[in-house]
């Protein structure tokens, strides 16, 4: 990660260092990354994604090449199957917020439309 030869860093005396400065460091087993704009949305698959937690302070890195989707798609299209239910929320979303959250397929919509369609919000007031 810090260059490879003879002056990258050992990454086990980094995980001390960062240990001894209060920083803990975790990996976390995303399936999929979303970063929503107002022009696009970024998706990242099968993202690397690390959480640092500097006294509190959460900060998420990711790591991969997002595919770059034309913002608000399912909203726009009119046909797709997800958008007939009566709801902006894709399926895909709500089956994601349901699982996560060990809740039913309806709770995971009315979280989503609450926040807005933000994935990570619904969950985290589904917990």
């Known amino acids: 990660m810090f260059g490879g030869g003879g002056g990258g860093l050992n990454p086990r005396k980094m995980e001390q260092m960062m240990e001894q400065m209060g920083i803990d460091v975790e ?4 399936e999929e990354v979303i970063i929503r704009t107002d022009e696009h949305d970024l998706v990242f698959d099968d993202a690397e994604v690390t959480k640092m937690d500097a006294r509190g302070q959460e900060t998420y890195q990711v790591i991969g090449s ?3 989707v034309e913002s608000g798609s399912a909203d726009d299209s009119g046909g797709t199957d997800d958008a007939d239910a009566g709801s902006s929320i894709p399926d895909d ?3 994601l917020v349901a699982t996560r959250a060990g809740v039913s397929e309806d709770e995971a919509r009315a979280a989503l439309e609450d926040n807005g369609g933000d994935l990570a ?3 985290e007031s589904l917990e």
């Open 93 to 95: 979303d709500i089956d």
């Open 27 to 30: 990996d976390i087993d995303a």
């Open 121 to 123: 919000a619904a969950i």
């Open 66 to 68: 997002p595919a770059k």
